[in-house]
């Protein structure tokens, strides 16, 4: 039988050793997450710094937001996402390029076809601006959106979608494992068609922002 003065005993030493074994998490290297709160707190503070927009694309709070100034312009709230490959890391990152089966055109104004002061100038409106589109940052990673499906036709291109998504992203990914790149792929559900084409209209190509993942 354990007396009371060896249980006080045992529950020191293992406390000691709680400790010993904090302490040496603490001086392996690995970053704390204050250590990435603070990081991601000076990189917002340098794009701050600029009256430029960007973006803050959070995955544990589902939600991308549009900034200036650290002021947040608009938010877009994630209502679904599925994953191919790694969660990026946390830090900052460029919007190379955008991507779209059926970009928006503006319709070609033909020198003489109209009389001059007849035309009214031809502006790109939300309504647009593709649903479905993809966006590709830097460090190999991609992010598909698309509005949560409504409707019978809507569906449909869904079914499409989840062919891409269980075949086509998986060839790629294992594609780039080979080759030893950077991939992630990300599908982004959001809640209409509306949300999504906002999101492709505020986003321009070259736009900086921040990730915040665990």
């Known amino acids: 039988m354990i007396s009371s003065i060896d249980q006080r005993k045992m529950l020191l030493g293992m406390a000691v050793m709680a400790g010993l074994a904090l302490a040496a998490f603490a001086y392996s290297g690995q970053e704390t997450s204050p250590g990435r709160e603070n990081r991601i ?8 710094r600029s009256p430029a927009l960007y973006f803050i694309l959070d995955f ?57 002061g007849s035309f009214e100038l031809d502006a790109l409106e ?45 060839l ?8 030893k790149k950077p991939f992630g792929a990300f599908d982004f559900v959001l809640r209409d068609r509306e949300e999504a084409q906002s999101l492709y209209w505020a986003f321009p190509q070259g736009i900086k922002g921040i990730i915040v993942s665990d």
């Not at 707190?41 to 701050?48: D, F, N, S, V, Y």
Request: charged content about 30%; proline content about 8%.
């Open 60 to 116: 544990r709070a589902e939600k991308i937001e549009l900034k200036s100034r650290g002021m947040t312009l608009r938010e877009w709230k994630i209502e679904k996402i599925r994953r191919w490959g790694k969660l990026p890391s946390p830090g900052a990152v460029t919007l190379d390029r955008k991507s779209t089966l059926f970009p928006p055109k503006r319709a070609k104004i033909k020198p003489g076809a109209e009389e001059e």
């Open 126 to 170: 939300l309504k647009d601006m593709p649903s479905s589109f993809a966006f590709f940052l830097e460090g190999g990673i991609r992010i598909y959106v698309r509005p949560s499906p409504r409707g019978f036709f809507a569906k449909i291109a869904g079914a499409g979608g989840f062919l891409v998504w269980n075949l086509w992203i998986p």
């Open 41 to 48: 707190l000076k990189q917002e503070l340098e794009l701050a």
């Open 172 to 179: 790629k990914n294992l594609v780039f494992e080979i080759r």
